[in-house]
Structure formats: structure tokens, C-alpha cells
């Protein structure tokens, strides 16, 4: 007679029973069910607690981006990088009619 594992009742049990059985034997299955049940009440359990959480650094980063002290900075690094931004701009679109220049001539980017 085979042996069964412990809770397995007696009798013909399919093709999906059988399957059952010997999944939960191999212990990697049992370590990914486990897994999956215990993450599964993890998010059950904190999602309620994870939302207060969110709210809160939501709510402190508002208030932080509110501050007076903050709004000077941004408008402060806001100007000085408006120069570097346009020399930028500006010497991509140099470096566009210089490859469109040479381009142009022998409709490849290649030069002979």
C-alpha cells in the first residue's frame, strides 16, 4: 500500500489532486506558497496603516514645498539655470543646420 501524506483522504483523487499532492511535497512549491499566503496577508494587514503613511508624507511634503523659503530657492535655481538651458538650446539647434548642412549635399551623414 502507498503511503499518503498526512490529511490526504483515501480514494481516487484526479489528476488535479494528484498534482496538488505532489506540488505541496516539493519543497520550493512550499516555500512560494507560503510565500504567496504571507504576502497576501501582508498587504491585506498594511494596506490600511500604508495609506496613513502615504497621506502624511503627502501632506508634509505639500506643506514643505508651501514654504516660503522653499519658493525662493526654486524661483532663485529657476533663474540661473535659465541661461544654461538656452546656450543649450541654442547649440543644438547650431549643431541640427551643421548636420543638416553637410547632409544636404550627398543625402548621407557620411563624408567621403
Do not use: C, H
Request: aromatic share 6%; net charge negative.
Amino acid at each position: 500500500m502507498r503511503s499518503r501524506p498526512m490529511g490526504v483522504p483515501r480514494g481516487n483523487l484526479g489528476l488535479a489532486g494528484r498534482w496538488a499532492i505532489s506540488m505541496w511535497q516539493n519543497p520550493s512549491m512550499k516555500f512560494i506558497i507560503g510565500l504567496l499566503i504571507g504576502g497576501g496577508i501582508g498587504y491585506i494587514l498594511g494596506t490600511r496603516d500604508g495609506r496613513e503613511r502615504y497621506d502624511e508624507i503627502v501632506t508634509g511634503l505639500q506643506d514643505l514645498v508651501g514654504e516660503e523659503l522653499v519658493q525662493q530657492m526654486t524661483d532663485f535655481l529657476d533663474q540661473r539655470t535659465a541661461d544654461v538651458r538656452r546656450a543649450a538650446a541654442e547649440g543644438l539647434d547650431d549643431a541640427a543646420d551643421v548636420i543638416e548642412d553637410r547632409t544636404a549635399g550627398n543625402g548621407s551623414a557620411t563624408s567621403d
